[in-house]
């Protein structure tokens, strides 16, 4: 076994030759890949089957074990840290929420489910990345820009594959809800009032009105309505950085009762008026170009 020592996160390249690998990890998020061969996962005295380009997610303090007379693997582990570095560098709202959801993945679909992806092409893709990251890593290169952005997008494409094969599922089993559904519908129906209410939402994913609230906070750590306004305003922060969109045009978009009702909240949460907010948005934009 080779191991690359790396700041923040730890990457390994295994190859095996007809024996078992056990795997047993600590750090919030690990994924293992196969660069190349097939073999047999088995955990809880379950085995499944496993070629060229799956990719799998390992919970934290499980015990898995690899068979294969040649596959390679790369694991890669995440702790918390680096994945909220990554997310404090990402300036998009996509980028930002479908890494969000990761903590929500980390600790509820894994390596029972088998691999994440659910597209051929994604599947190439991956492999590019994480040949990518291990290049890099042997390179011992100082600047990790490369590495934090290949890990960001190969996470985003994992968050993808995962909500898509579940959303998929839904008119098949409206009862195998999970949050990350409940989070994608709300963040597709944002700007409608009414889809949003607790009653809507409740009623589309078959789950208990007066449960609800207990369910979101439940699985996210926050009540739902400080989600929603938290992501409302993750969006306002966006039109002010990236448009010229005036406030009230924002406030009538983003279903606010008006720009005076924004302005007070903008300032409540982000400590700083919408007008502040772009200002200094636009400064930080004057410096990177200079």
């Known amino acids: 076994m080779k191991i690359l020592p790396v700041e923040r996160i730890d990457v390994k390249e295994?190859?095996?030759?007809?024996?078992?690998?056990?795997?047993?990890?600590?750090?919030?998020?690990?994924?293992?890949?196969?660069?190349?061969?097939?073999?047999?996962?088995?955990?809880?005295?379950?085995?499944?089957?496993?070629?060229?380009?799956?990719l799998f997610i390992i919970p934290q303090h499980q015990l898995y074990y690899f068979t294969s007379e040649?596959?390679?693997?790369?694991?890669?582990?995440?702790?918390?840290?680096?994945i909220d570095k990554i997310r404090l560098e990402a300036d998009r709202i996509e980028s930002c929420e479908n890494l969000y959801k990761l903590q929500y993945i980390s600790n509820n679909y894994h390596a029972r489910a088998g691999c994440v992806f659910r597209n051929n092409d994604d599947e190439g893709f991956a492999q590019v990345l994480i040949a990518q990251i291990v290049r890099e890593y042997k390179n011992k290169t100082?600047?990790?820009?490369?590495i934090r952005n290949c890990i960001s997008i190969l996470l985003n494409i994992i968050a993808r594959n995962i909500i898509d094969s579940e959303t998929s599922d839904l008119p098949q089993n409206r009862k195998a809800f999970s949050i990350m559904k409940i989070i994608t519908y709300i963040q597709e129906h944002v700007k409608d009032k009414e889809k949003t209410r607790i009653h809507a939402i409740a009623d589309h994913f078959g789950i208990s009105r007066n449960y609800f609230g207990e369910y979101f906070k439940q699985h996210t750590g926050v009540s739902?309505?400080?989600?929603?306004?938290?992501?409302?305003?993750?969006?306002?922060e966006t039109?002010?950085?990236?448009?010229?969109?005036?406030?009230?045009?924002?406030?009538?978009?983003?279903?606010?009762s008006d720009e005076s009702h924004l302005s007070k909240l903008f300032k409540k949460h982000r400590n700083m008026t919408p007008k502040e907010y772009r200002k200094n948005a636009l400064i930080r934009s004057d410096h990177q170009e200079m």
């Open 14 to 54: 295994i190859k095996l030759s007809d024996k078992d690998i056990a795997i047993k990890t600590k750090t919030f998020l690990s994924l293992v890949f196969v660069m190349r061969g097939s073999g047999t996962l088995t955990y809880d005295e379950r085995t499944i089957n496993f070629k060229e380009s799956k």
């Open 70 to 82: 040649d596959a390679e693997l790369v694991v890669i582990e995440c702790p918390i840290e680096f």
């Open 142 to 146: 100082d600047d990790y820009l490369i």
């Open 224 to 236: 739902y309505q400080d989600y929603l306004l938290d992501y409302r305003l993750k969006l306002v």
């Open 239 to 256: 039109y002010l950085k990236y448009s010229s969109v005036r406030l009230s045009e924002i406030a009538y978009e983003l279903q606010f």
